[in-house]
């Protein structure tokens, strides 16, 4: 089993930025990569940003390259992701999660999940 629990989100204007935080536990954190995903009310679950074990594959989604950065620090078992130019657009519970070894985009394939924190931006 691993354990998610997200910090960092909150209340900010558009063009702020705001950096979360997902604390892992339970596995070696250096097997798993992890990913961000987010859900608005009413919404699927999307894509946000993904980075594979070591840190050395990243991928995003469209709407939030060039905006958003997902990192990781292996000995912190921690991986972070940076938001800045935040748009009205970007509201939503961000999610982390793990996956065993693979980097994959679509939320049925992680494994484990964090239980979110709450982003909203303010126009």
């Known amino acids: 089993q691993v354990q998610l629990v997200e910090s960092g989100g909150g209340l900010v204007q558009a063009g702020g930025s705001l950096r979360l935080s997902c604390a892992a536990s339970?596995?070696?954190?250096?097997?798993?990569?992890m990913g961000w995903f987010r859900q608005a009310p009413g919404k699927e679950r999307e894509f946000v940003a993904a980075i594979s074990l070591a840190g050395t594959i990243i991928l995003y989604a469209d709407d939030v390259k060039g905006r958003f950065t997902i990192s990781r620090d292996n000995a912190k078992n921690t991986v972070y992701l940076h938001m800045s130019s935040l748009k009205p657009e970007d509201t939503a519970v961000y999610l982390c999660?793990?996956?065993?070894?693979?980097?994959?985009?679509?939320?049925?394939?992680?494994?484990?999940w964090g239980q979110g924190t709450q982003v909203t931006v303010s126009s």
């Open positions: 339970g596995r070696t954190f250096s097997n798993y990569a």
């Open positions: 999660a793990a996956n065993a070894f693979h980097l994959k985009r679509e939320p049925r394939e992680y494994e484990y």
